[in-house]
């Protein structure tokens, strides 16, 4: 009976799994960005636009234009704004959506653009953990270009804001650090914690590309 239990239990655990990764349609990873894009991003606080150069990291701009063709980055919250330095994002409101793409990990770049204001990059916490988190330079932290740490280098930048950076200075940042430090609370209730916990925070509506 045990061994019956157990075998039940692996059923299960690949068969969550296999869906999974069915959330994302394989032609999504197979898309490559254009040489240079746009996309604007509608906010609780009013819209920006961004330009994306895919030379600058080519794989993870593959997957900016991914995610936001598959609109991934609708009803997001900038959990994590810190006064003069920077605004992240990028976890859903969807649990098994953020667990879906954290599966397809973007492979490490080096730096070609450094990290001034208004450009934007993924996060990372280590080597081949750039998934779908981004933050947008407050100000110019160069500092980021070679800032060494787990066996990686710096934060390839892949865009930078071209319209609209008035808008992301002023999203609400009276909660600072603190929201980025419940992550796993994020990544668990999405929004509903957020909206319970920190009211305030400000949200992307949705981000489309533009010509």
């Known amino acids: 009976m ?12 690949i068969i969550t799994s296999s869906c999974s990764k069915k959330i994302i349609k394989e032609k999504w ?8 894009f746009k996309a604007r991003f509608e906010t609780t606080k009013g819209n920006f636009v961004i330009e994306a150069h895919r030379e ?27 006064p003069n330095f920077v605004v992240q994002f990028g976890i859903h409101d969807n649990a098994d959506l953020n667990k879906a793409w954290s599966t397809y990990k ?3 770049e080096t730096v070609k653009k450094s990290n001034e204001e208004g450009t934007i990059a993924f996060a990372r916490g280590g080597k081949r953990t750039r998934d779908t988190q981004l ?3 407050l100000k110019n932290n160069d500092r980021l270009d070679s800032l060494s740490y ?5 934060f390839p930048v892949i865009a930078k804001v071209i319209d609209g950076m008035d ?9 600072g650090e603190k929201p980025g430090r419940r992550q796993d609370s994020i990544q668990k209730s999405g929004n ?10 400000d949200y992307i509506k949705k981000v489309y590309i533009v010509e």
Not at 29 to 36: D, F, M, Q, R, Y
Not at 167 to 175: A, F, L, P, Q, T
């Open 2 to 13: 045990k061994l019956f239990t157990y075998s039940f239990l692996v059923f299960l655990i």
């Open 29 to 36: 990873l197979k898309t490559e960005a254009p040489v240079v």
């Open 56 to 82: 600058w990291s080519p794989l993870a701009v593959d997957r900016l234009y991914q995610l936001i063709s598959s609109d991934f980055y609708t009803d997001i919250a900038f959990y994590r704004v810190v």
């Open 106 to 108: 973007i492979a490490d």
């Open 135 to 137: 933050f947008i330079n």
């Open 150 to 154: 787990s066996d990686v280098t710096g």
């Open 167 to 175: 808008v992301v200075k002023e999203i609400y940042n009276g909660y």
């Open 192 to 201: 509903s914690y957020l909206k319970s916990t920190f009211p305030k925070l």
